[in-house]
């Protein structure tokens, strides 16, 4: 039986939660973390990039309506 896929969730107007396993490797092939749950960055105002930590709040991010969506696109 194989693992199950990893599975990345839009929060409505917030981050990414990626549920793994996971590897997250920077551009110069380093290991960031490694784990099974992490949240990253959707609104690009992060201060501790690629993980979400809260800003998207103080600037109002909005991902108008795609963290609602329900159908798939290829
Ligand atoms: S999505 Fe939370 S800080 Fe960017």
Known sequence: MSE???TITLAENGWY????PVRIVGSDG???R???????CRCG???SKPFCD??????GFSDDGLG???TKED
Request: net charge positive.
């Open 34 to 40: 490694e784990g099974e749950k992490f949240f990253l």
């Open 45 to 47: 105002q992060s201060n």
């Open 54 to 59: 809260g800003t998207h709040k103080k600037c």
């Open 30 to 32: 380093e290991l960031i």
């Open 68 to 70: 609602k969506r329900s």
């Open 17 to 20: 939660t990626v549920e793994g």
């Open 4 to 6: 199950a896929p990893v």
